[in-house]
């Protein structure tokens, strides 16, 4: 149109969340030694998954880790009635933090990528009886953080913005509990993660974050996976507030 | 696998919010009268929509609406800066509902079906100066409750889940400011609505209510629009907790 105007923005209802976020020139990003063991295809991780299960049971919170007997004849896990009663919840549960960026005046989210090929969030899998927050630390810290055992980080965990599960470890995950099956396998945790003002991000050798505008990610789930490409959808709720001093 | 098992849940976290949700058979169905102009196509939207603009301009909160000229060659509205400098947000607004049931142990959205063929939300767009609650209730009622004008219907509305935008009337919305633009056409607002254990509803004979499972929808957009499509993964962070009693 030629003209300059003000942009026009949606109305902040008064319950409406507001986000600030930081211009990417604000973060620092530096490399470190890769990690053992990272990088795994979608077929390894699936075989890996099954042979901990039959191998190792279930993880449960707070109580010890049942071993699931598995059918000779099905390789299918033989639930036992008293097991399942007795425990808490049974379930790989997976926890991953969502960073946002502000770059062109369009917010941006931190995500790992994986030998040029699949796009990650970062985070990852819950130790026994580790709380999800805890967990979420730990993981931030050992894929985004200089390498330090005893570094506390200061990450800021926010709220748990969406939950994905698998009724089966190489199923497509879906946003609710799957009708199908009443014991799925793994239950993946979306948390907003506050970045402060600046910080510096180190990442292994093995990996690369990248900032990805939302506007590339939604609906684009061929490229990233249905769990990232939800995310533009999951966040329509927070007003953007790019704070530049 | 032939036996009962406790249903395995993933793990409510302290700050996982809890939506409760009702069977289907507590509500009553009825029908009334059709309303006028029900029903239109998509391409008669657009054209009823780009008339109302460049007609009457747009809409401004608490303030006068300013009529936009609209350029003899093009057709594209011409940006008054002082317009745009002076006035509050300047955008088509519509509120939706999601309001959900429980039926075979599994959430279902109540969507309206227009001819056998498009799906809608319950909403619709608010008033010049109308309050996205107050603008969401009237909707509500008009498309779900006895015709009764002075009539409050106790709609309870609660969070707003999710908002998508349009950059032009025709554009297919996005969940997010959309960068291309510095103004957005239209807006749309998602906010939950909490059913009570039981209440009426009374549709206009020329739309359907039916009630649709999450997984259904799910990545659907096919059939039921982007919007709709995209309720699952929003509802997700949430704990549903059928009540039967």
Chains 1, 2 share one sequence.
């Not at 684009?220 to 007003?239: E, H, R, T, W």
Request: proline share 10%; charged share 20%; net charge positive.
């Amino acid at each position: 149109m030629g003209l300059e105007m003000a942009p026009v923005e949606a109305e902040r209802s008064p319950e409406q969340p507001e986000l600030q976020i930081y211009p990417l020139c604000r973060y620092y990003f530096g490399a470190r030694d890769a990690r053992p063991c990272a990088g795994e295809t979608a077929a390894d991780r699936a075989l890996r998954l099954k042979a901990n299960f039959a191998a190792r049971g279930l993880r449960t919170r707070g109580g010890p880790t049942y071993t699931q007997p598995v059918s000779q004849d099905t390789g299918i896990a033989l639930g036992h009635r008293d097991n399942f009663v007795l425990g808490p919840p049974l379930l790989r549960t997976c926890v991953h933090g969502v960073l946002l960026v502000e770059l062109s005046g369009h917010p941006h989210v931190l995500l790992l990528q994986v030998r040029n090929s699949s796009f990650l969030l970062p985070g990852g899998r819950l130790r026994p009886a580790e709380q999800d927050v805890q967990g979420l630390k730990r993981k931030l810290s050992s894929k985004l953080a200089a390498a330090d055992p005893n570094g506390d980080h200061h990450w800021q965990i926010g709220e748990c913005i969406g939950m994905w599960w698998r009724s089966e470890f190489e199923a497509r995950p879906v946003p609710y509990p799957p009708p199908s099956t009443r014991a799925p396998k793994e239950c993946v945790k979306l948390f907003l993660v506050r970045l402060p003002m600046a910080r510096q991000f180190v990442v292994p050798r093995n990996l690369k974050l990248l900032a990805v505008p939302l506007s590339q990610i939604h609906d684009n789930a061929q490229v990233y996976g249905p769990i990232i490409s939800g995310i533009p959808n999951l966040l329509s709720k927070f007003s953007f507030n790019v704070v530049r001093n």
